[in-house]
T-cell receptor, first 110, second 113 residues
């Protein structure tokens, strides 16, 4: 079962620009998480936002959560070529297991 | 540096073989998970475990089994490998309960020929 869907599927930007990725999900959640995956590697946890939180920051990352719309967004500010990766949202729906979306492929050009 | 280690980075097996994928974590995490990742389908949960000797089916358990005899080790078993099990397999772990992120291994790319 697919819980999260990211939008867009792919995004290309220049270094220094901001990148925004969106995630929609279907059921109520405990928390929502964002992960990064470099090509052919494992996923790296970026940030977790709880269902009672609306916004969270970590370095150049900003995550928002709107539980009424069942959606979240990940903003990467001042992007760098090293941010090139796939980004996944994942939801924990009170079952202590994560359900992942299909991801957004981000390409940052120098 | 805390780690989840998957025993093989690349693996090629023949149809019908029994395949073992091993995953070891050194963080004393209670929960461990096996996902497979396929293009266009994202990550799909195969099996997970909340404790030693415990296992729960995920969304796509058919054709797979698991073993967790020790807290740090979670093995995925393909009883009789088939070509449709060619995929990237990802192991992850986390502390039980509470809002924690997962720690993932580097993945095993399995090709069944």
């Amino acid at each position: 079962s697919q819980q999260g869907e990211e939008d867009p599927q792919a995004l290309s930007i220049q270094e220094g620009e901001n990148a925004t990725m969106n995630c929609s999900y279907k059921t109520s959640i405990n928390n929502l998480q964002w992960y990064r995956q470099n090509s052919g590697r494992g996923l790296v946890h970026l940030i977790l936002i709880r269902s009672n939180e609306r916004e969270k920051h970590s370095g150049r990352l900003r995550v928002t959560l709107d539980t009424s719309k069942k959606s979240s967004s990940l903003l990467i500010t001042a992007s760098r070529a090293a941010d090139t990766a796939s980004y996944f949202c994942a939801t924990d729906a009170s079952t202590d297991k994560l359900i992942f979306g299909t991801g957004t492929r981000l390409q940052v050009f120098p | 540096d805390v780690k989840v280690t998957q025993s093989s980075r690349y693996l090629v097996k023949r149809t019908g073989e029994k395949v073992f994928l091993e995953c070891v974590q050194d963080m004393d995490h209670e929960n461990m998970f096996w996902y497979r990742q396929d293009p266009g389908l994202g990550l799909r949960l195969i099996y997970f475990s909340y404790d030693v000797k415990m296992k729960e089916k995920g969304d796509i358990p058919e054709g797979y089994s698991v073993s967790r005899e020790k807290k740090e080790r979670f093995s995925l078993i393909l009883e009789s490998a088939s070509t449709n099990q060619t995929s990237m397999y990802l192991c992850a772990s986390k502390f039980g309960g509470g809002d924690y992120g997962y720690t993932f291994g580097s993945g095993t790319r399995l090709t069944v020929v």
